[in-house]
Nanobody
Framework: QVQLVESGGGLVQAGGSLRLSCAASGRTFSSYTMGWFRQAPGKEREFVAVSGDNTYYVYSVKGRFTISRDNAKNTVYLQMNSLKPEDTAVYYC?????????????????WGQGTQVTVSS
């Protein structure tokens, strides 16, 4: 059984930065794709970034967010810079089998509990 635990969310002013972490247990981390998604109130869960065969980002965060992973620590990170109020959401990390460009929530097998990110204007 895989467990994913996110941390690092919080309240930040527009233009600020946050780094989210997601620690995984129970699997050989380096063999899997790790993704970040977010969900704002009243909206569907949205793909943000993935570390699979390569790294990919949704257009709205390119140049501002960076996904990285430390396989020795079984941890994936999402560095978020130049935050905007529209980035406000609950952020989730997710794990999928294999290493690929998975951007759909249905492609992921395991999910964390989510961490709230609130960006004030």
């Amino acid at each position: 059984q895989v467990q994913l635990v996110e941390s690092g969310g919080g309240l930040v002013q527009a233009g600020g930065s946050l780094r989210l972490s997601c620690a995984a247990s129970g699997r050989t981390f380096s063999s899997y794709t790790m993704g970040w998604f977010r969900q704002a109130p009243g909206k569907e869960r949205e793909f943000v970034a993935v570390s699979g065969d390569n790294t990919y980002y949704v257009y709205s965060v390119k140049g501002r967010f960076t996904i990285s992973r430390d396989n020795a620590k079984n941890t994936v990170y999402l560095q978020m810079n130049s935050l905007k109020p529209e980035d406000t959401a609950v952020y989730y990390c997710a794990l999928a089998g294999g290493r690929s460009r998975y951007t759909q929530p249905t492609q992921y097998n395991y999910w964390g509990q989510g961490t709230q990110v609130t960006v004030s204007s």
